[in-house]
């Protein structure tokens, strides 16, 4: 995620990742957007291509319903938690981002200000 190399065919080899006391489990659709979305790159490409392996014909329908076609799961800020707010807090005054109280609140506002109306 977030590397800018250019390429216009992704292959996704695996659906699954391992998660430390689950075992194998299958990745979220938007980490699977994430890989397929690294293909074809406006700069470089006209097209891309994602290849989604599966293991037999089963797993098509599978990949289509449950990747292709499906919607991404919603996202959930992390900062709700005070050990990463607090980490994020001082990295931000380490590397002299803020100095004062005030930027801080300004950088917040900033980011976490309610831009829609509807509840």
Do not use: C
């Amino acid at each position: 995620m977030g590397v800018n190399l250019p390429s216009s065919i992704v292959i996704i080899k695996d659906l699954l990742r391992y998660a430390e006391g689950y075992g194998m489990r299958p990745i979220d659709v938007l980490e699977y957007q994430q890989m397929a979305g690294r293909a074809g790159r406006p700069k470089y490409d006209k097209v891309g291509f994602a290849i989604a392996m599966a293991r037999n014909e089963n797993d098509i329908g599978n990949i289509f319903d449950n990747y292709i076609n499906a919607d991404t799961e919603k996202i959930f800020s992390k900062l709700a938690l005070e050990p990463v707010l607090r980490m994020h807090i001082l990295s931000l005054i380490a590397t002299s981002h803020v100095h004062t109280e005030e930027q801080l609140t300004d950088l917040w506002k900033k980011h976490f200000t309610r831009t829609s109306t509807a509840i």
